[in-house]
Structure formats: C-alpha cells, structure tokens
C-alpha cells in the first residue's frame, strides 16, 4: 500500500477545507503594509535616480587660487590673474568693449598625455563664458601637452563684461575623446577670489595691452 | 382566484392575509448552498419581486415577515433535486454529469478509498518531518533563484555597458604588443624596425628645469619583403611608457628620403622623434608605436568599402623596445 500513499496525500479532500491555512487577519495586514512600505521604498528610490544630465555632470574639484587642485587625472594651479583692454598678438592687435581676464595656469597629468579644454569662466549668477576664441589656440596653455609629472604653464583669455567678475570661477576640463560622452569627467572648479572691491580694482588696472607672445 | 393569490389590481388590504399555505416539506435536503435564513427583523424590503410580479412602480409588493413562512407567490411546486439521484449525495467522489447508470456495472468505489491509512488532519499540519522539510528547501529555492535573477540582471547590464565600451571606445581594435629585446629589431608586416633613445642637450629657451629629461629618438625602418613595400604609412600611436603605465608623447618627423610610393627592400628610412620625461624615469622609459599597415596601392575606393576595410581585420601590432 506504500506505493499509493504518496498519491492519497496528494489528493485534496473533496469538498473539505483548502489544503492551505489561511493566515490570521494581524499577518495579512502586517504582510500588506510591508509590501505597501516595499512599493513605496522602490518608488522614492527612483527618485534618487540621476537623470540624463546628471550622468553626463563631471565630477567638480574646487580650489582657491595658488592651490594645486588634484582632480585624479590631472592636476591643475591657477597662478595668477590679470586684465587687459587690448590683446597684441603676433600679427594683430585686438580691443574690446568688455575687459580681456588673462588666466595664468599650471598643470600636470597623472597617467597620460593630455590637452586640457577650453575653460570655462562661471558667475556668480550661474552665467558661463568660454575662452574667446579671437585668441588663437596656439598662445593657450591647451595647445601644450600636460603629460604625467612635467608641470607647464600658460594662459587663457576670457572676454567678458566687468559685471561678470565678482564671486566669477574658472572651469578647467578635459576635452571629450571620441563620440562617447564619458560620465564622471573630472573638472576642476578655482574661484577667482573677486569681490565687487577687487573686481573693479582688477578692471581699473587693466593694462592697455597685454601681450599674448611672451618674448 | 384562489385565497394565497393576491389582487394585484385591487387596493391593499391592511389586514395580514390569511396564512399561506405551507410549502410541502422539502424531501430530506439542506437549503439550496447560499441560502440562508433571513436574520430577525429582516423585511426584505430590497428583496426582489418574484417571478411573475408585476413592475414596481405600479404596485409596490407588501413586504413580507420573515419569521412567518415563506409566502408562497407563485409555482406550486417547490424546487426538488432531480439530479443527481438524491440516493447518491452520500458519496462525494461520484459523478454529477448525467451519465446514465450502466445497469450490471459495479457501484461506485466508495470515498475515501478503502484500505489507505488514514489522512493527515489537513495538509498544513505535518505528520511528523516530511512537509516541513518540504517548506524549508522550497524557501531556500526562492531564496537562491531571487539572488540568481539578480545577478543574472546585474550580469546582463555590465556586459551590455562592457560590449558599448568595446564598440565605441576600443572599435573591437585587437592590440598584439610584440616586446623586442634591447638592441635588436622588431619586426611587423615584414618590416624591421630599429630604435635608439637616448638623451640629448635640452634646447634653448625651453622652459624646463633640470627635473625634466629630453629625450631624442632615432627610429630605422627596412623592409626585407618586397610584398610589404608599400607599406608607408606612419606608424601611430608612438610614445614612452614607463614600468608603471605612465605614458608620455612623443612628436616625430620622418628625416631624410620620405617614401610616396614603394620603398626600396634593404634601405633605411629615418624617423626622429623628441621627448620630454621626468628625469626620475628617463632611464627606464620605454618606446612603442604601432606600425600601419596602409598601403600605397590600396585603391581609393577601397578605402570607402566597408568589407574590404573590414577584411583588414581588426588587429594591431604594437612594438615595445626595451632599453636594456
């Protein structure tokens, strides 16, 4: 008779109770609220989900002037600050309406050779200028090569209103590789250190014109 | 008109009616399932007219006391079980469809089986391990196939990020590194190549102190097989690397006769590079470039035939000189 049990146990009772026991009504609410509390938990989690944009923001590294700022890849010093009305290159000689903020910069690389990127100059009111492009790139510091442990300096032009400069920021990044927009770039964010005081000193003493060439 | 039928068409009596009379006696069944009897108190006063009554809003039907008997509105005949044979109810295991009795067949088996042992009271209560045994692996099935499906999402996902990065960062580009002792030459695309690093006096007006070591680099290329004489395309990708992985650029020029079309077997062609490494590593840096592997006669439209350029393959040949 061993080798029918099996199948007499499985068989449900004909019109008897379910083969289940039904929980009490304490556990059945107490099981509703953990799943009610789960939906909800897995609800505000997406909330915490970076949208497009967000993916593709660079990871900021922020320093004062005269500080190496060390964004992992490359390492960066913004040295000093000036103002011009007028930049004189090798060939011509270009004015402006606004004001010339030279960036004198340093940089090094950790792991391999790059070019840093036109930088960014950010207000205070979250507007953002980028380097003129009336400077040709060849007197910029992106035209050398920041390569692992070799410091180099040079400069970057903004040509921006004087209303910019105070609480104004400069954003040094590297330039995208390829079609792919990398997540996480590393930035590095150094406030220029300007008041509304030092911003108007800095464009009273602009020079008249500043040479780009260094001889 | 009998007496247990009402006028519909004439006033309400406000006098009880007489008694209606008593439903036959149901012969030996329960009340239909779902049929309850109607609490105290109940009028069933949303109870639904029968079968046969007029619409309401012509004659509200008087509502009728439960605790009395059942009037009797219509249909003299009360419900009876016709089918199955009441005989049979006793045996739960049989049959409702109306299949006729085959006369001469044995009688249904009888419920439960005879000659089992019997029953556990109900399938939750365990007779003794077996079912809870049972319950216990069942967890641990969920438990593991939950994990699995995880991983298996977080399996799919990287993989799918790790074939995007392949395709749009590397292009699927198969590197083969060829590491060629000190002094000797590397040898790709029947073309020997030969390196000299070597120090040299820093140029005037650069803007480099003593911790920065200018490197010159002397590159030789001949070719030994006629079949690889069009191969002049300008090896890519040349730099210094050091033991850790640092890597630093290194602009080169071709010096010297530069090849347009062929180049002759057996001959030298220079290319001269210069570098500038940190003087901590500059006796340890390495070369290495990737050798091209145009060629001059490739006709320009093969240039823009995608299986002919795919034909190429994808492997790239890199050279790694030692220093020593």
């Known amino acids: 008779m061993t080798a029918t049990e099996p199948r007499a146990a499985a068989l449900p009772q004909p019109g008897g109770p379910p083969a289940g026991r039904r929980p009490g009504l304490g556990a059945r609410l107490l099981a509703v609220a953990a799943g009610v509390l789960l939906i909800a938990g897995a609800m505000g989690l997406q909330t915490l989900k970076l949208r497009p944009a967000e993916v593709a923001d660079p990871i900021v590294y922020t320093g004062s002037k005269g500080e190496d700022v060390d964004a992992r890849r490359f390492t960066l010093r913004l040295d000093s600050i000036a103002a011009a009305k007028a930049l004189q290159g090798s060939s011509k000689t270009i004015a402006t309406d606004n004001v010339f903020l030279v960036v004198a910069a340093s940089a090094k690389s950790s792991l391999k050779p790059y070019h840093l990127a036109t930088p960014v100059l950010v207000t205070a009111g979250g507007k953002r200028f980028e380097a003129t492009d009336r400077v040709d790139r060849s007197v910029t510091l992106s035209n050398t090569f920041v390569q692992p442990d070799i410091w180099v300096s040079g400069r970057f032009y903004f040509e921006v209103p004087a209303s910019a400069l105070p609480g104004a920021s400069v954003r040094f990044s590297l330039p995208q590789q390829g079609v792919v927009l990398e997540p996480y770039r590393p930035e590095v964010e150094i406030d220029l250190g300007l008041d509304d005081e030092s911003a108007r000193k800095l464009v009273a003493s602009a020079q008249d014109v500043y040479p780009t060439v260094k001889k | ?324």
């Not at chain 2, 079912?131 to 438990?143: C, D, H, I, S």
Request: hydrophobic share 30%; aromatic share 6%; net charge positive.
């Open chain 2, 1 to 324: 008109m009998s007496t247990n039928e009402r006028d519909w068409f004439s006033p309400e009596q406000r006098q009880p009616q007489q008694p209606p009379q008593q439903p036959p006696q149901q012969p030996q069944q329960p009340p239909p399932q779902g049929w309850t009897p109607a609490p105290e108190g109940y009028t069933g006063q949303h109870a639904r007219p029968g079968p046969g009554a007029p619409p309401r809003r012509h004659a509200r039907p008087q509502p009728y006391d439960t605790r009395q008997p059942r009037p009797q509105m219509r249909g003299p005949y009360p419900d009876q079980q016709v089918w199955p044979p009441a005989g049979n109810r006793q045996q739960p295991g049989s049959s409702t469809q109306p299949i006729p009795a085959v006369p001469g067949a044995p009688a249904a088996r009888p419920w439960p089986p005879q000659g089992l042992p019997p029953r556990p009271a109900s399938a939750g209560q365990a007779t003794g391990q077996a079912p809870a045994g049972a319950k216990k692996p069942r967890r641990l099935l969920v438990a593991v196939a939950a994990v699995a499906v995880s991983l298996l999402t977080v399996a799919v996902s990287l993989y799918d990020h790790h074939d995007f990065y392949q395709q749009q960062i590397t292009r699927g580009l198969n590197h083969i590194e060829t590491v060629v002792p000190a002094g000797q030459p590397g040898k790709v695309y029947n073309t020997e190549w030969r390196v000299a690093v070597a120090p040299m006096k820093p140029p005037e007006g650069n803007k480099h102190g003593p911790e920065v070591t200018w490197l010159k680099i002397d590159i030789a290329r001949r070719v030994v097989d006629p079949a690889s004489a069009t191969m002049i395309g300008d090896p890519g990708d040349m730099k210094l690397r050091d033991r850790a992985g640092r890597e630093w650029t290194v602009p080169f020029e071709v010096v010297g006769d530069r090849p347009l079309e062929r180049m002759e077997v057996g001959k030298d062609y220079r290319i001269q590079g210069m570098a500038i490494v940190p003087t901590a590593v500059a006796q340890e840096v390495e070369l290495s470039f990737e050798p091209s592997d145009y060629r001059s006669d490739t006709p320009t439209e093969d240039l823009f035939d995608r299986e002919k350029m795919e034909a190429l393959g994808l492997d790239v040949y890199v050279l790694r000189f030692r220093r020593r």
